[in-house]
């Protein structure tokens, strides 16, 4: 898969909020575990953590990391071990910084970015660009997701930054379906981002998340549509 399938300040917890919003529906310490099949195949686990609120030049920011492996079957066939980390701002949940280490079969790829929004510039090791939007990548816009009072008919347009490229993202709330994982049974939005006239990711695939209709507006499932299949994630389990 050539596609992403998206100042430790105190031990305790301190619920922070938006503006116009109540507390976050996440937390340090959070942890989302995952069932990964390739089509109709168990392919093996994912786990998207919410592991420090830290410091990031001086800017309160949680650190995010999402990690996805292949099983001892599927590795002798095509092994993934990808390890992605994103830092994103506590109050507003746009990057500051992110880093990610791709191992998909054959395919070796590193990747890193540092926003700066004081001088308006994005540097990825000896290149830098500039740009006059927040910006997020594909993990900071889920965790944003989140903390939106989601509606079906509502859209809503990104600019995301990874491997060197600026994305307009549009987001569509399709509809609401109940589905079944094995953390359990959830009423969801079904939400599709995409890019006007062509599909979102790079391999040409189109992606459906399912957001909890609930306070906590959870990442249940998570389907990426690829040339050979899909590549479809459920919720196995939450920790908090």
């Given at each position: 898969?050539?596609?992403?399938?998206?100042?430790?300040?105190?031990?305790?917890?301190?619920?922070?909020?938006?503006?116009?919003?109540?507390?976050?529906?996440f937390?340090?310490?959070?942890?989302?575990?995952?069932?990964?099949?390739?089509?109709?195949?168990?392919?093996?686990?994912?786990?998207?953590?919410?592991?420090?609120l830290?410091?990031?030049?001086?800017?309160?920011?949680?650190?995010?990391?999402?990690?996805?492996?292949?099983?001892?079957?599927?590795?002798?066939?095509?092994?993934?071990?990808?390890?992605?980390?994103?830092?994103?701002?506590?109050?507003?949940?746009?990057?500051?910084?992110?880093?990610?280490?791709?191992r998909?079969?054959?395919?070796?790829?590193?990747?890193?970015?540092?926003?700066?929004?004081?001088?308006s510039?994005?540097?990825?090791?000896d290149?830098?660009?500039?740009?006059?939007?927040?910006?997020?990548?594909?993990?900071?816009?889920?965790?944003?997701?989140?903390?939106?009072?989601?509606?079906?008919?509502?859209?809503?347009?990104?600019?995301?930054?990874?491997?060197?490229?600026?994305m307009?993202?549009?987001?569509?709330?399709?509809?609401?379906?109940?589905?079944?994982?094995?953390?359990?049974?959830?009423?969801?939005?079904?939400?599709?981002?995409?890019?006007?006239?062509?599909?979102?990711?790079?391999?040409?695939?189109?992606?459906?998340?399912?957001?909890?209709d609930?306070?906590?507006?959870?990442?249940?499932?998570v389907?990426?549509?690829?040339v050979?299949?899909?590549?479809?994630?459920?919720?196995?389990?939450?920790?908090?």
């Amino acid at each position: 898969m050539k596609y992403p399938f998206f100042l430790a300040l105190t031990a305790l917890f301190i619920p922070l909020t938006l503006p116009g919003q109540g507390t976050l529906p996440f937390q340090v310490g959070e942890t989302l575990h995952y069932d990964s099949n390739l089509n109709f195949v168990r392919a093996g686990t994912a786990k998207l953590q919410v592991l420090a609120l830290e410091s990031v030049d001086d800017v309160p920011a949680y650190h995010i990391l999402f990690t996805m492996s292949t099983n001892s079957i599927l590795d002798h066939i095509f092994k993934i071990r990808d390890r992605v980390e994103t830092w994103i701002d506590a109050e507003d949940l746009y990057t500051l910084r992110f880093n990610k280490q791709v191992r998909e079969g054959r395919h070796r790829y590193r990747f890193s970015a540092n926003m700066n929004y004081e001088d308006s510039v994005v540097t990825t090791g000896d290149e830098s660009f500039k740009f006059d939007h927040e910006l997020r990548d594909p993990y900071s816009l889920l965790y944003y997701l989140r903390t939106l009072p989601l509606k079906v008919g509502d859209e809503f347009s990104f600019v995301t930054f990874d491997n060197n490229q600026f994305m307009d993202i549009h987001l569509t709330v399709h509809r609401k379906e109940r589905i079944d994982v094995r953390a359990g049974e959830f009423d969801c939005f079904v939400v599709e981002p995409f890019r006007e006239g062509r599909p979102l990711l790079k391999n040409k695939a189109d992606m459906t998340i399912w957001l909890s209709d609930d306070h906590l507006r959870l990442p249940v499932k998570v389907v990426s549509k690829a040339v050979f299949g899909s590549i479809i994630l459920k919720l196995r389990k939450l920790e908090d």
